[in-house]
């Protein structure tokens, strides 16, 4: 969330008597700009949770929490493997990584996950709901002021730096009365309404373009457990590669995806400019392609590849899962890994139509038996490129881009209001600006 407290003087003096410990950002006071009977500790809001996990067989997932405060289930990880004791979390709850918390490991576990397990690492508090609303501590977490604080709190040899829970819970916030918390998030809840909006159009588009594509195909061979082929129409002797030619088969119409699209691999060396900071980009299953970091060509180890606007790359391990995306704009200087596969469209497909097609259920359905290996299955471009499609009609492709370009655009616009939205809702936990339907006046 984009700070809006006010800027700390460089210079300044404490007594010894008021230090708690001896580092510069232990010098850290509350600034908060609400009246003082609002102004509590943390455990005023949260009550320290430890429930063992007790049946080993059963062991609820492991999570995952982001730099950003949302947490994720880990991959599934044999039971042996897991050093200590694990304690439970429910969805509502606050959990916080001791390590890096001051990097905003810290959060609410999601209704997503009803019940997760952590590690000693990962101490877990219930919100008082008398007290607390789970979403208004949520909130105040992502404030600038409040990361600021909790890297005051840090001790311990350097790389392994923690926050303590004793220390967590003695942070003094502001804590309103609840129907001001609610005001805020409500807030909060308006703008994010906004993007899900616009992204659902995102969604409706494509589940249409896979019910298009479901309804020009026979998907038999796709679908049924057993199937018979003549040899000679085997291409390998493996059950992907049946179903492959079975599907080829029962759709004799269609054309590769090669007849609209080339590989686009153009390779270049940034270990030769080590001064300079490449753009580096990826692409997963949730955000397609997304920017990664700036890396200096110094840190570089072999040649990357090239991306350019309106092309396509895919990681050949994960595309299986919707690991594929198009190129937004992107710096000319824009590289991704040399083990992403790069392509683009050539002609006879609209490029905004196959942007969607490839996200669809349909067209990941096609991947997942076109790809080749045993162990580690992988889709690598000219496997992509055999894949068979049906012909779309130009209409309907141009009809499914033009649609996209106004869902992106009402994307960009509602997360310019969201991004906004975050510097108020800051200002309003920090106390320098009025909460509607709040008769308090916390300035």
Same mark, same amino acid.
């Given at each position: 969330?984009?700070?809006a ?8 003096? *404490? ?10 950002g ?7 700009r ?10 005023t809001?949260?009550?320290a ?17 982001r %730099? ?12 042996? /493997? ?34 997760? $397990? ?38 311990g ?10 220390q967590? *819970? ?6 309103p ?5 609610? =005001? ?8 994010q ?13 494509? !589940? ?32 992907? $590669? +049946?179903? =492959? ?17 080339? /590989? ?27 920017? $990664? ?13 090239r ?5 396509? %790359? ?5 595309? +299986? ?55 580690? !299955? ?7 490129? $055999? ?6 009609p /130009? ?11 106004k ?13 906004? =939205?975050?510097?108020?809702? /800051? ?17």
């Amino acid at each position: 969330m984009t700070t809006a407290a006010t800027t700390r003087p460089r210079a300044f003096a *404490v007594l010894f008597k008021d230090l708690d410990r001896w580092n510069p950002g232990s010098f850290v006071q509350s600034d908060w700009r609400w009246p003082k009977e609002f102004i509590k500790p943390l455990s005023t809001a949260l009550r320290a949770k430890h429930l063992a996990v007790t049946n080993e067989q059963l062991i609820p997932p492991m999570i995952t929490i982001r %730099f950003d405060g949302e947490m994720e289930q880990r991959s599934s990880r044999s039971n042996n /493997e897991i050093k200590g004791k694990l304690f439970l979390a429910h969805s509502g709850d606050v959990v916080y990584s001791k390590i890096d918390v001051r990097n905003g490991a810290i959060g609410i576990v999601p209704e997503s996950l009803p019940i997760v $397990s952590v590690t000693n690492e990962f101490p877990v508090y219930e919100v008082r709901k008398d007290d607390a609303l789970p979403m208004y501590i949520k909130l105040l977490f992502r404030t600038e002021f409040f990361r600021l604080t909790i890297n005051s709190m840090i001790s311990g040899a350097s790389g392994r730096k923690r926050v303590q829970p004793t220390q967590l *819970v003695d942070v003094e916030v502001p804590l309103p009365p609840l129907p001001t918390q609610q =005001a805020i998030v409500d807030y909060w809840k308006a703008a994010q309404t906004s993007i899900s909006d616009a992204e659902n159009r995102l969604v409706t588009l494509k !589940q249409r373009v896979n019910d298009y594509l479901h309804s020009l195909t026979i998907m038999e061979p796709c679908e049924r457990k057993a199937f018979a082929l003549s040899w000679d129409k085997l291409e390998s002797w493996d059950v992907k $590669s +049946s179903r =492959a030619s079975a599907f080829k088969l029962a759709n004799p119409t269609f054309k590769p995806f090669g007849e609209y699209a080339e /590989e686009a691999t153009e390779l270049t060396r940034p270990k030769l400019e080590p001064e300079k900071d490449w753009p580096v980009y990826g692409v997963n299953n949730k955000e397609g392609v997304f920017f $990664s970091d700036y890396q200096k060509g110094a840190d570089f180890n072999a040649s990357y590849k090239r991306i350019r606007k309106d092309w396509f %790359f895919h990681n050949p391990t994960r595309s +299986s899962v919707g690991s594929l995306g198009i190129v937004p704009e992107v710096p000319e200087d824009a590289i991704t890994s040399p083990e992403y596969q790069v392509w683009r469209i050539r002609n006879g497909l609209q490029t905004g139509f196959a942007a969607v097609m490839i996200t669809t259920e349909y067209f990941i359905k096609l991947i997942q038996f076109n790809r080749v290996g045993a162990v580690k !299955q992988r889709l690598y471009v000219e496997n992509l490129l $055999s894949i068979p499609i049906p012909e779309i009609p /130009e209409e309907f492709q141009r009809e499914v881009a033009d649609e996209r370009e106004k869902a992106l655009t009402a994307i960009a616009e509602a997360r310019i209001k969201v991004a906004k =939205a975050a510097i108020e809702v /800051e200002a309003m936990i920090l106390g320098t600006k009025r909460v509607e339907s709040c008769a308090i006046k916390c300035d």
